[in-house]
Nanobody
Framework: QVQLQESGGGLVQAGGSLRLSCAAS????????MGWFRQAPGKEREFVAA????????NYARSVVGRFTISRDNAKNTVYLQMNSLKPEGTAVYYC?????????????????WGQGTQVTVSS
């Protein structure tokens, strides 16, 4: 079992940056692929980024390529999402999730464990 807790959300102006963190419990964190998803008001949850267990593979949604960076520190049981050049359409609740797949993808059902989310609000 893995428990996930996101932090680092907040209010930022368009063009600004935030770094989200997701702290995981359990000694097997390094065996999980990790992902970030987001859900804007009135919209379905969507994939943002994913990283495999040893950071050899990273995947991104087209809308965030070149602006967001996913990374992980297995010694700290933490995965990060660095978000630069934020846009108002990035306003959403951001969730981290853990997958048993060797290379996690953008598909929600592949993720077994989810955090409760952290709110990111980007003002124009």
């Amino acid at each position: 079992q893995v428990q996930l807790q996101e932090s680092g959300g907040g209010l930022v102006q368009a063009g600004g940056s935030l770094r989200l963190s997701c702290a995981a419990s359990g000694r097997t964190f390094s065996s999980y692929g990790m992902g970030w998803f987001r859900q804007a008001p009135g919209k379905e949850r969507e994939f943002v980024a994913a990283i495999n267990w040893n950071d050899s593979t990273r995947n991104y949604a087209r809308s965030v390529v070149g602006r967001f960076t996913i990374s992980r520190d297995n010694a700290k049981n933490t995965v990060y999402l660095q978000m630069n050049s934020l846009k108002p359409e990035g306003t959403a609740v951001y969730y981290c999730a853990a997958s048993n797949r060797a290379v996690p993808t953008s598909t929600e059902y592949e993720y077994t464990y989810w955090g409760q989310g952290t709110q990111v609000t980007v003002s124009s």
